[in-house]
């Protein structure tokens, strides 16, 4: 959901409907990881499951952090621990990538660019409000187009809850069988 904030400003997130079950996988692959701690077992489950927490952990922590501020002067991307701002008055491109039901739209500086996908939620209005920014010269006919049809995108989350599936599965068999 956008979100207005001080100034006019809107804000743009990564998708709940991805982190949800992006959250759930994390916490089931911990819950795991403990049963067999619990249940003593060693070796290479415990490393597989330990070394799937890293990742599944630093994605969910990014994802949850992440979020556009689409100002009257600037874009700022806040990320876990960091944050980045790009004046609209340095900005020189906007292009867009579209791979499947995935769209990527640039903006790119003489020194910086951001990046935003379409994992953000309302990503129709977050495109449109950052063209509505920028000059028609710099904005490429492909961002355009994906101003005009952006795509809807499930297949990450589609992919998450199978894995949080799996995860259950998982789970329910190292409690039958123990081992």
Not at 33 to 57: D, E, N, W, Y
Not at 60 to 81: C, D, M, N, P, W
Not at 98 to 105: I, M, N, Q
Not at 143 to 171: H, Y
């Amino acid at each position: 959901m956008t979100t207005p904030i001080s100034g006019g400003a809107l804000q743009f997130r990564i998708n709940r409907a991805f982190l949800l079950p992006l959250g759930l996988l994390l916490a089931l692959t911990v819950v795991l990881l403990v049963v067999c701690l619990a249940q003593g077992q060693t070796g290479g489950k415990i490393i597989i499951l330990g070394l799937m927490i890293l990742p599944v952990g630093g994605l969910f922590i990014e994802s949850l952090a992440r979020r556009a501020e689409i100002g009257e002067e600037a874009v700022t991307v806040h990320k876990f621990l960091r944050s980045s701002s790009l004046p609209y008055a340095q900005i020189t491109a906007v292009e867009a990538v579209r791979v499947r039901k995935r769209a990527f739209l640039s903006l790119s500086s003489l020194d910086h660019f951001q990046i935003f996908s379409n994992a953000y939620q309302d990503f129709p209005d977050l495109v449109r409000s950052l063209l509505a920014h920028i000059p028609d010269e710099l904005v490429s006919s492909d961002a355009r187009a994906l101003a005009a049809n952006p795509p809807a995108r499930s297949n990450d989350i589609v992919s998450c809850w199978l894995a949080v599936g799996l995860m259950l599965l998982i789970l329910v068999v190292q409690f039958v069988g123990g081992n």
